[in-house]
């Protein structure tokens, strides 16, 4: 990828030898390039209702080619230091001609919720999935950027010292790029980190050596994915376990795996039981949890996880194979009937969860859930075998 355009640089546009006979270094307020060489302009576009517009920059570059065996034909080339660089058209023609480049794309609106309801104020993470001529190759998106506060003393903004995520949820869930004010946006021109495959120089040009393939957003843990123009959600769905028991015991649901859980999780819960003996443990991250309990006074450094009931397993928001379907009964519960959930190791003195979302996702079986997915269960109860005397 080359750092700028200067006069006298060639290039092969098609089948014609170029070269750049002029070279500016920022646009007008509308983004539009108006050439001097010839009656020829570009329209500079991020995408095709935003304009490009640069004041001037040393590094940024809109061009004119000119074919060496026919002066007669023209292109226009565009340069940019973080969009990358694009040239049209890919048919050198005579003036005057007016091309428009746009040098980004963009998904449709992006939305994050959680149990159906916007979530506000969240950081979340894009992770571009690239071919590259070793492989394929995980880039996660964006580095931390500095976080500027107002300084009486200086009288202006300096560095806090703090850092932060640009993509952030407004108030009603939709992701937008906090730090520009505007939605997301991925550069395709030649050399960009989102160019695609088919975002060659000019069209019908060779194809990028490495490309962007696919882009997915993050949000603690579960993921969707995103493709240009069309809109995304992402609908976090949180499970609970429901465990009765002698009220004054601990209990303690550890996500299976939880050594390699994604930030912001909530991997491990702790509780003890209140009067009248049941506890519920909300807001859990789907996957299959371990159960244990300890009587009171054992203290959390020396506890004995195994001293009140053995460990028990109980998967939260995940659906179950037709094989348990077939083999476990019906359980009734207020009244009506409802699909079992898959009974721990200890048989059936088991917790039961309360399976409130399809978004599955287990822990090393790859990158998490995505989409809408909704499976809708009410609470399902079974008693956590928690003897009343202790051990």
Request: proline content about 8%; charged content about 25%; overall charge neutral.
């Amino acid at each position: 990828m080359r750092t700028t355009v200067n006069v006298g640089d060639l290039y092969q546009v098609g089948a014609h030898d170029m070269l750049v006979v002029e070279v500016l270094r920022g646009t007008d307020a509308g983004g539009v390039v108006s050439f001097q060489t010839a009656p020829v302009f570009a329209r500079l576009r991020r995408l095709p209702d935003l304009p490009l517009v640069v004041s001037y920059d040393q590094l940024f570059a809109c061009y004119l080619l000119r074919s060496r065996d026919d002066p007669g034909l023209y292109a226009v080339g565009v340069y940019h230091p973080a969009l990358g660089e694009r040239i049209a058209p890919a048919e050198p023609c005579p003036a005057p001609f007016t091309e428009e480049l746009v040098l980004c794309w963009a998904p449709g609106p992006v939305r994050v919720l959680m149990d159906g309801e916007p979530v506000a104020g969240e950081t979340v993470s894009l992770m571009l999935e690239r071919e590259t001529g070793d492989g394929t190759a995980l880039c996660l998106l964006p580095d931390k950027h500095k976080v500027l506060r107002w300084s009486e003393e200086w009288q202006a903004l300096v560095d806090s010292g703090e850092r932060d995520g640009p993509y952030k949820t407004d108030e009603d869930g939709y992701v937008h790029n906090a730090v520009l004010g505007e939605p997301i946006l991925f550069p395709r021109g030649e050399g960009a980190f989102g160019q695609r495959h088919e975002d060659a120089l000019y069209d019908g040009a060779e194809p990028p050596v490495e490309s962007t393939q696919r882009v997915w957003l993050y949000f603690r843990g579960q993921r969707v994915e995103l493709t240009e123009g069309q809109p995304a959600t992402l609908d976090w769905r949180t499970g609970t376990i429901v465990v009765s028991g002698p009220a004054g015991r601990w209990v303690r649901a550890e996500l299976e795996g939880a050594g390699n859980d994604p930030a912001c999780v909530t991997c491990r819960v702790t509780a003890q039981i209140p009067a009248p003996g049941e506890l519920t443990l909300s807001g859990l991250y789907p996957g299959r949890y371990c159960l244990s309990a300890w009587k009171p006074g054992s203290g959390t450094g020396n506890r004995d996880w195994s001293v009140i009931a053995p460990r028990q397993w109980v998967s939260v928001g995940r659906k179950l194979r037709d094989r348990a379907r077939r083999l476990l009964p019906h359980l009734r519960l207020h009244g009506r009937r409802r699909h079992p959930v898959r009974r721990g190791r200890a048989g059936p003195g088991a917790a039961t969860g309360l399976r409130r979302g399809g978004n599955d996702r287990r822990r090393g079986q790859g990158p998490g859930a995505h989409g809408t997915a909704a499976d809708e269960h009410a609470h399902q109860r079974q008693p956590l075998g928690i003897p009343a005397g202790g051990g």
